[in-house]
């Protein structure tokens, strides 16, 4: 691994530690065992760091979004892209947390460029969704927007709770049978 490659680790973990604003030079300088000065051989600056974590983030959830098969099922592609969300969050905690939470300390152009990615994402789950509307497959009067905000709340939630490493295929599954199954059970009212 390169020392600007350990450097983004290290950032990428820090950050999701003690958030962005938390995270000093002096303390990615002193993970590494360098000097403060040494860093700027890598980087401009913090800022740097948080959108290399950005761009990360987006690649892999994006990636994951992308090995869900286009000639499946709708109701089947909504429960591989969650399971692919929740496979992201799960083996790249780290990153997961800081692509949640600190995006928005990004300025200029860099916040529009992670924003759009955000928003080409969430388009992309709402599509799915869409999909199913459309092909008869999910109730006809989905609303899919309130579908996606659902879905992504829930998925992009689980950096709070879920263990780095985490099996997340069962739980993927749970969470689409109630997603889709609903909540509302089959017995008679008493």
Excluded: C
């Excluded at 020392?3 to 820090?14: C, F, G, T």
């Excluded at 938390?22 to 000097?35: K, P, R, Y």
């Excluded at 905690?93 to 928005?104: N, P, R, S």
């Excluded at 709340?153 to 950096?159: G, P």
Aim: without cysteine; proline residues 2%.
């Amino acid at each position: 691994m390169s020392r600007k490659e350990e450097l983004s680790r290290q950032a990428a973990r820090l950050f999701a530690a003690k958030g962005y604003h938390g995270t000093s030079i002096g303390d990615l300088a002193e993970s590494l065992g360098v000097q403060k000065g040494s860093l700027y051989a890598h980087i401009e600056g913090k800022e740097d760091l948080l959108y290399e974590t950005m761009r990360g983030g987006a690649a892999a959830f994006h990636g994951a979004l992308d090995s869900v098969p286009d000639d499946a099922p709708p109701a089947e592609k909504i429960r591989l892209a969650l399971r692919a969300h929740l496979r992201v969050v799960s083996e790249q905690l780290e990153v997961a947390t800081v692509f949640v939470q600190e995006w928005k300390y990004l300025e200029g152009e860099r916040l529009e460029e992670v924003v759009a990615e955000r928003r080409r994402y969430e388009e992309r789950i709402r599509e799915l969704f869409r999909e199913g509307r459309d092909m008869g497959q999910l109730r006809a009067d989905l609303d899919v927007n309130a579908a996606a905000l659902l879905f992504l709340s829930a998925a992009n939630w689980a950096y709070t709770w879920l263990a780095a490493g985490a099996g997340t295929d069962v739980l993927a599954d749970r969470f689409y049978a109630l997603f889709l199954d609903g909540i509302r059970g089959y017995s008679t009212p008493s």
